[in-house]
C-alpha cells in the first residue's frame, strides 16, 4: 500500500500544501502535481543541474532530491518565482542581451543557481562565478559557457547600479539594417522565465488519455533472438497494449529506402522497426509497451522476456570490415559503401619521388551529442485524420516521408510539428522515435507519448561515426604538397541512412584547406555493431581533418620550419582546387592566418616564458572548412503572407535546434522586405509544421540561414512586386484585396544552378553553393606527472561572408569551441553498458572549458548568399580538436593519434618517449 505524506511548504512567496509520496522527487513533484515546469528535467540523475531550485536559498538539484528530504514550511524558489515576462529579474535580462538560452534547456536551472550566488555575494569575479557553476553542476553543452558568465557579471551590475538598464537593452534604430547586430532572439524570453514548453512540458499537458510508451531495449551488441514474450507484461496494471514486431507484419521496416545512394549495397530496408529475429546494436528496440503512466509502461517493459543465442559483437570499422567478419545485415556486405578519389595523377610515383614524406594512422571516435533534453515527442491523429507527430527533428520532412514509407501512408496523411528543443547538434537527422510514436498511435487509435531516459538517450540515439583514418602526405624539397593517399573506414554501426553520404564529406575534407594536385583515397562505410550513425556538427570532417591537419604538424617537423608557415604555403588560393577538385568563389584562409601571425607568434613567446617542467605549455595551429548547403540541388522554400494589419507572416520549417532559427527567420524576412519600412515585431513567424508550412529543409549543413534567406528574397521580390503601385508605392492589404491581388507568395532556391553534382566514381565534384573557413589555434598547459591537458585558450579566426545575427553567430562559434575542447580530450561513447550517462560519456563541465575563447572575423561577401551570408553552426567543430591535439606535441612532443586525448595515453606518450 502507498503511503503518502502531506508537506507544508512555501513555492515561490505562496505557502502551499503537498500530497506527495514521500519516495517520490521534489522535480516529479514540481512538474507533475505543481505544474511548475520551468524546471527542467535532463539527465534525472544530478549531473546537468536543468533541475535546479532554490531551498532556503540552497541550489538543490531537484532530480534527486526526495521529498522526504524536504523539511516542513521549506522555501522553495523555482524559475517562476525568480521573475516572470512582465517582471524579469536582471539576469532574466542578462540572459537575452548576451543571448545565453540558445537550445534554452539548461537556462533555469543556470538561472536560478546563479540568483543564489548573487544573493550570497553580488561583486563575484568570473573565476567566482565558474566555480559556482561547477560546484552546482549547471552543464550547458550549446554555449561555451562564455555567455553565461557574461550575462551573470552584467546583471551583477544591474543590480549594483554600475549599468543601468538601458545597457542591457539592444535598440536596432528604425530604418537599419538588423545584419551583424545584437538584436534580441525571439525565442530568448519565454526560455529565460522557464515558461517555454519542451517536449516532456507538453506531454504533462496532453489530453489524460493519452498512452505513455516504453520501449523495450536488447541489453547485448549482436544476437539472434530465439523468443520473445510478453505475457506478463501484458498483465500488468495500466498496459494498453504491448506491440511487437508482430503487430507490424509487413510494415516492420524503417522507410528509409529513398536515401540509399547509388552504388550503395545496402537497399535500405536494413532496419526493422522492432528486432524479432536479430539484434543489431545495445538498444534495439523489441516491443513498445503502452500503459496509462510513464512509470507503468516502464516497469512492465521490464516484464518483457527476450531470449538470445549471442553473435560475435563487431565495435570497430576494421573488425566488421575483416574478410571473415560475418555479415550483420545477412545478405548485405558489412563494407556496404565505397567511394574511390581521384583527382590529378598517380600519387605512387610522386611519393616514391617526394623530397618529403610523413603518413600514419589516425583515429576520431564516437562522439556522443550530450544534449540536456533527453528524446521525447508525442503522436495523435489530428482533426483531419493526419498521424500527428510532435518531435525534436531537425529536418521535419524527413520523418514524414519515413513514417509514410514505413506505414504505407501518402506523406500528407503524416503531420510533423517540431517542440522546442533542448539541442541536437545534428542526432536528430535520423528519424526513429517518431516511427515508434507513430506506430503507437497508429496501432492503438490514441494519443501516445515517448521519453527516453537519459541511459536510453545515451545509447539509442546516432553518434558522430567514428572513422580509422590512414593517411600520406608528400611535400616538395620547399614544401610545396604534391600528393595525398588515404584509406578512411567508417563506422556507421548498426544502421545505414546516411553511411554513404558521410562518406563523401569524409572525401571531401581530408586534407582540405589546402591545393593538393594529386589525391588517390577510398573510404569505406562500414556496418559495425555500434550505436548507429547520424550527423553531428561539421559532419565528416573532424574525423578526416584530425588526420591531414596532424600530418601537417608532422610534415613541418620533418623539414624542420614551422607548421603555420608550412600551411600559409600551401593554402588555397586563387587557382587552388579542393580534394574534390572544385575551384572556390572566396579566398579567405590568407587574410585569416596573417590576422593570426601576430597572435600565434605572441602564443609562441608566452608558451616559451609560461612553460615549467612540470606543466609544459604548447601552442598547436589547425586550419578547417566546411560546405554551406547540402549536395548539387539543395533547395527550400519559403512562403510571405501579407496580413489585414499590415504585418507580414514567414511560413518556413527552419527547424530551432537552439542555433537561432527564429532569428535567422526574423532577419532574413525583416532584410528581405526592408523597402516596406517594417519593424521587427511587424514580422510573425510561423515555423516548423509540415501541414502549415513550406519545405525549407535541414537544419544541417550550415545551409538553413543561407537557403531560407534565398528563398525569402525570393518571395519578397514577389510580394513587394505585387504590393508596389505605379508611383512605387505599396499598396495595403485591403487594396491588394479590392483589386484580387494575392497576398501569399511563394519563395524558392535551388543551388542546381550554381553547383555540379558529386561524382560516385571519383570522389570530383562541385555540389555546394560555398564554404566558410577557419584558423584555430589552441594554447594548452600539459601537466606531466598526470597527463591532464589543460586548454587554456582558443583562438578562432573565420570567414562566414556576411553576418546575420551576431549574437546567434557568436553564441555557436563558442559552443562549437566548446564541443572541440570536449572531442580532443574526453568525449567518447565505446562501451553502451557504461557509457550512459553524461559524465560517463566525459561531459565537458565548465571548468573543463576555458574562459579565454577569442573569435574573430571576416567577411568576405558570398555572391550566391543571401545578402552575402555562408553559414555558420559547422565551422567552430571542424579542426578545434586538432589545434589542441597539435599544442600538446608542441608542448611535450608526445602525438596523440587517437581521440580522446584521455590523461593516460598522455601520460604513456611522455613515458614512451623517456625510453
Ligand atoms: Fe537534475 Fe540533471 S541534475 S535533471
Ligand atoms: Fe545550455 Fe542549450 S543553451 S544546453
Known sequence: MLSLKIISVIVNGIRKSIVCDPEETLGNVLRNQLGLTGTKLGCGTGQCGACSVLIDGKVVRSCVKKMKAIPENANIVTIEGIGTPDNLHALQIAWMYHGAAQCGFCTPGFIVSAKALLDENINPTRKEVRDWFQKHRNACRCTGYKPLVDAVMDAAKLIRGEIALEDLTFKLPENTSMLGT?????????????????????????????????????????????????????????????????????????????????????????????????????????????????????????????EYELLPAYMSGPEAAAPDAMEIHPGIPNVHFELPVIKGEETGPIMDEAAYVVEGDFYVQRQPHLVLEPEVGFAYTDDEGRITVHTKSLVVVLPQ?????????????????MNPVGASFGYKLTPNSEVYMAVGTWITGKPVALHYDYA??????????????????????????????????????????????????AARFCGSCY?????????????????????????????????????????????????????????????????????????????????????????????????????????????????????????GEVDLELMPDGTVTVYNTYEEQGQGAEIGTLTAAYEALRPLGLKPEQINLVMNDTAKCPI?????????????????????????????????????????????????YRGKFTNADHTTPYNLDNGQGSPSSTYMYAVFMSEVEVNTNTGKVNVLKMTLNTDIG??????????????????????????????????????????????????????????TPRATGPFGAAGCGEIPLTAPHVAIINAINNATGVRIKDLPALPEKVLAGLKSLKK
Open 802 to 859: 556576411t553576418i546575420g545575427s551576431k549574437l546567434a553567430v557568436d553564441g555557436q562559434m563558442y559552443g562549437g569551441l566548446a564541443q572541440g575542447i570536449g572531442l580532443a580530450l574526453s568525449e567518447d561513447f565505446y562501451d553502451p553498458a557504461k557509457h550512459q550517462t553524461m559524465v560517463a560519456c566525459g561531459f565537458p563541465y565548465i571548468n573543463d572549458i576555458t574562459d579565454d575563447l577569442e573569435v574573430n572575423y571576416i567577411q
Open 182 to 306: 545584437k538584436f534580441p532572439r525571439p525565442d530568448g524570453l519565454p526560455k529565460v522565465t522557464g515558461t517555454c514548453d519542451y517536449g516532456h512540458d507538453l506531454i504533462l499537458k496532453l489530453p489524460e488519455d493519452t498512452l505513455h510508451m516504453a520501449m523495450v531495449n536488447a541489453k547485448v551488441s549482436h544476437a539472434n533472438i530465439l523468443s520473445i514474450d510478453i505475457s506478463e507484461a501484458e498483465k500488468m496494471p495500466g498496459v494498453h497494449k504491448v506491440i511487437t514486431a508482430k503487430d507490424l507484419g509487413d510494415k516492420n521496416v524503417m522507410g528509409f529506402t529513398f536515401m540509399a545512394m547509388p552504388k550503395n549495397k545496402n537497399d535500405g530496408k536494413e532496419r526493422p522497426v522492432l528486432c524479432d529475429k536479430k539484434v543489431f546494436q545495445y538498444g534495439d528496440p523489441i516491443a513498445l509497451v503502452c500503459a496509462d503512466t510513464e512509470v507503468q509502461a516502464r516497469v512492465a517493459a521490464d516484464k518483457v522476456k527476450v
Open 401 to 417: 516521408i519515413v513514417i509514410a514509407l514505413t506505414l504505407g501512408l501518402p506523406p500528407e496523411k503524416v503531420r510533423i510539428i
Open 515 to 635: 591545393h593538393i594536385p594529386n589525391i588517390r583515397g577510398l573510404v569505406k562505410s562500414t556496418f559495425t555493431n555500434n550505436a548507429f550513425g547520424t550527423a553531428f556538427r561539421a559532419y565528416g570532417s573532424p574525423q578526416t581533418l584530425f588526420a591531414s591537419e596532424s600530418l601537417m604538424d608532422e610534415l613541418a617537423a620533418k623539414m624542420g620550419i614551422d607548421p603555420f608557415e608550412l600551411r600559409y604555403k600551401n593554402i588555397y588560393r586563387p587557382g587552388s582546387t579542393t580534394p574534390s577538385g572544385n575551384e572556390l568563389d572566396c579566398h579567405p584562409l590568407e587574410q585569416l592566418m596573417d590576422m593570426m601571425r601576430p597572435k600565434y607568434q605572441e602564443a609562441q613567446a608566452r608558451a616559451i616564458t609560461e612553460s615549467t617542467p612540470e606543466l609544459k605549455r604548447g601552442v598547436g595551429i589547425s586550419l578547417g572548412t566546411y560546405n554551406t548547403t547540402g549536395d548539387h540541388g539543395d533547395n
Open 696 to 744: 525549407t529543409g535541414a537544419a544541417a549543413a550550415s545551409r538553413l540561414f543561407f537557403v531560407n534567406g534565398n528563398a525569402t528574397l525570393h518571395a519578397a521580390t514577389q510580394l513587394m512586386d505585387a504590393m508596389r503601385k505605379p508611383d512605387g508605392s505599396f499598396r495595403t492589404y485591403q487594396e491588394m484585396m479590392a483589386e484580387g491581388i494575392p497576398v501569399k
Open 456 to 505: 536510453q538517450q545515451t545509447y539509442y540515439t546516432g553518434k558522430r561515426s567514428p572513422m580509422n583514418t590512414y593517411c600520406k602526405l608528400a611535400a616538395d624539397k620547399d614544401g610545396k604538397l604534391l600528393a595525398m593517399e588515404h584509406d578512411i573506414i567508417l563506422d556507421h554501426g548498426a544502421y545505414d541512412a546516411g553511411g554513404d553520404f558521410l562518406a563523401t564529406k
